[in-house]
């Protein structure tokens, strides 16, 4: 993660009290977070959908989702 991301990251451990390792985004995460908002963005032919899709996923994989599969559904649905 960049300094700014981990700067964020730092403030959201702090007020959430969530260890910030917890947090940490591992290159293959990244790549793949990055590659559904791109995904999201050019199918849907509106970037507001890249965070949505973001947000999404992620409070599908915060309640108990399996991240892989999540992102799996969410690709398949093309």
């Not at 969530?18 to 990055?34: F, R, S, V, Y």
């Not at 959908?49 to 409070?59: R, T």
Request: glycine content about 10%.
């Amino acid at each position: 993660m960049d300094a700014w991301l981990t700067a964020v990251r730092d403030s959201v451990a702090k007020e959430t009290g969530i260890p910030p390792e917890q947090l940490t985004l591992d290159g293959g995460t990244a790549q793949e977070l990055l590659d559904l908002a791109r995904i999201a963005a050019h199918e849907s032919g509106e970037r507001t959908n890249a965070p949505l899709l973001a947000y999404l996923v992620g409070v599908a994989v915060g309640r108990g989702g399996d991240f892989d599969r999540v992102v799996a559904a969410a690709t398949s649905s093309r």
